[in-house]
């Protein structure tokens, strides 16, 4: 082959190694260039989360049923993140309820409270804590203005019952192994059955109040001469209270009929019905009295010394900013059978 043939083929294979290499070197920078994208779009790795750990007794206030409170109200009391963090620490060492029996129930109480600005009619939930080393009633009162005569019925009767709380820590154990100190007043009624239930059987639960009778106390109902009318009349029933002791019967009846508020007509039938309401009020406080005597004479020791030791603390919810202000309306009352709480916290 003659030299410049020779030089000629040298210079084409040279061209080939060069582009290969060239090739290669392109194939490269694409890869890199692949993953510097991949790189700059990958997701940014994301920071763990934390949440808050539970307290032992947290969901304690909703666990106690809120007696007395209308169905169509339950969904406002529950709109505010109420803080009952009074309410647990009471059971910590060094509080109130530390270390003893307890049973709660909740109710509420409609208040013109201020909230972001402007005073607001508030459903505030409220707990109640009876100190006794048994159940302080197995049954419910049930009354109201609307309603002729109180009714005094069992728990079960209203699908209620003291059933005992289990702290958040205690539940993955064996319940039949737990000792329990804290019982809350449930009620196992449906509110998807609600719209199925009549009218009175429903207005029943508005009216209902955690029932409380105290055997070495002279019940207010013993000492009252003070009686209820709902005087079935037309066009209005009449609506009044007469007092046996203050009030005279005659001159009684008169004033409502120059009130406008009895027709002249019916004035005899007025006073008979009267008559007979003061007899039921009579024979009712003579019986309460003598059924108390019987209680106390039957009652053993260690039980009189449990009623006289029960004590009554009432929770409000503690004040934070995401809640109105309740500080200003807390009241010792409770209900009219429980009286007012020893005290408020």
């Given at each position: 082959?003659k030299?410049?043939?020779?030089r000629k083929?040298?210079?084409q294979?040279?061209?080939?190694?060069?582009?290969?290499a060239?090739?290669?070197?392109q194939?490269?920078n694409?890869?890199?260039?692949s993953?510097?994208k991949?790189a700059?779009?990958?997701k940014?790795?994301?920071?763990?989360?934390?949440?808050?750990?539970?307290?032992?007794l947290?969901?304690?206030w909703?666990?106690a049923f809120?007696?007395g409170?209308?169905?169509?109200?339950?969904d406002?009391?529950?709109?505010?993140n109420?803080?009952f963090?009074?309410?647990?620490?009471?059971?910590?060492?060094?509080?109130?309820?530390?270390?003893?029996?307890v049973y709660l129930?909740?109710?509420?109480?409609?208040?013109?409270?201020?909230?972001?600005?402007?005073n607001?009619?508030?459903?505030?939930?409220v707990?109640?804590?009876v100190?006794s080393?048994?159940?302080p009633?197995d049954?419910i009162?049930?009354?109201?203005?609307?309603?002729?005569?109180e009714?005094?019925?069992?728990?079960?009767?209203?699908k209620?019952?003291?059933?005992?709380?289990i702290p958040?820590?205690k539940?993955?154990?064996?319940?039949?192994?737990l000792?329990?100190?804290?019982?809350?007043?449930?009620?196992?009624?449906r509110?998807?059955?609600?719209k199925?239930?009549k009218i009175d059987?429903l207005k029943?639960?508005?009216?209902?109040?955690p029932?409380?009778?105290?055997?070495?106390?002279?019940?207010?109902?013993?000492?009252s001469t003070e009686?209820?009318i709902?005087?079935?009349?037309e066009?209005?029933p009449v609506?009044?209270?007469?007092d046996?002791?203050?009030?005279?019967?005659?001159e009684f009846?008169?004033k409502l009929?120059?009130?406008?508020?009895?027709?002249?007509?019916q004035?005899?039938a007025f006073?008979?019905?009267?008559r007979?309401k003061?007899?039921?009020?009579?024979?009712?406080?003579?019986?309460?009295r003598?059924a108390?005597k019987?209680?106390l004479?039957?009652?053993s020791?260690?039980?009189?010394?449990?009623?006289?030791?029960?004590r009554f603390?009432k929770f409000?919810?503690v004040?934070?900013?995401?809640?109105?202000d309740?500080?200003?309306?807390k009241?010792?009352?409770i209900?009219r059978?429980?009286?007012k709480?020893?005290?408020?916290?």
């Amino acid at each position: 082959m003659k030299k410049g043939a020779k030089r000629k083929a040298a210079s084409q294979k040279q061209e080939e190694n060069e582009g290969k290499a060239s090739q290669k070197s392109q194939k490269e920078n694409l890869k890199l260039l692949s993953k510097a994208k991949r790189a700059k779009t990958s997701k940014p790795q994301s920071q763990p989360e934390f949440f808050e750990e539970k307290r032992n007794l947290e969901d304690l206030w909703k666990a106690a049923f809120p007696v007395g409170t209308e169905w169509d109200q339950l969904d406002s009391v529950y709109q505010f993140n109420w803080n009952f963090s009074n309410l647990e620490d009471a059971f910590e060492e060094g509080g109130k309820l530390y270390g003893k029996k307890v049973y709660l129930f909740g109710c509420t109480e409609p208040q013109l409270v201020p909230y972001k600005g402007e005073n607001k009619v508030i459903c505030i939930p409220v707990v109640v804590a009876v100190v006794s080393p048994f159940p302080p009633s197995d049954k419910i009162g049930i009354n109201s203005v609307q309603r002729e005569a109180e009714e005094i019925v069992s728990m079960k009767q209203m699908k209620m019952d003291w059933v005992p709380y289990i702290p958040l820590e205690k539940r993955d154990s064996q319940v039949d192994r737990l000792i329990f100190q804290i019982f809350i007043l449930s009620c196992t009624q449906r509110r998807v059955a609600l719209k199925q239930m009549k009218i009175d059987r429903l207005k029943k639960y508005e009216y209902c109040l955690p029932y409380f009778y105290q055997p070495l106390k002279e019940d207010e109902l013993e000492q009252s001469t003070e009686v209820q009318i709902i005087f079935p009349a037309e066009p209005k029933p009449v609506f009044c209270e007469f007092d046996w002791e203050l009030d005279e019967l005659e001159e009684f009846t008169d004033k409502l009929i120059e009130a406008d508020e009895l027709d002249k007509d019916q004035k005899n039938a007025f006073k008979e019905f009267v008559r007979e309401k003061v007899r039921e009020a009579k024979k009712a406080n003579r019986q309460a009295r003598e059924a108390r005597k019987k209680a106390l004479e039957e009652m053993s020791q260690e039980t009189k010394a449990a009623f006289e030791n029960m004590r009554f603390y009432k929770f409000y919810p503690v004040q934070t900013p995401d809640t109105p202000d309740v500080s200003n309306v807390k009241a010792p009352f409770i209900n009219r059978y429980y009286g007012k709480a020893h005290e408020i916290l």
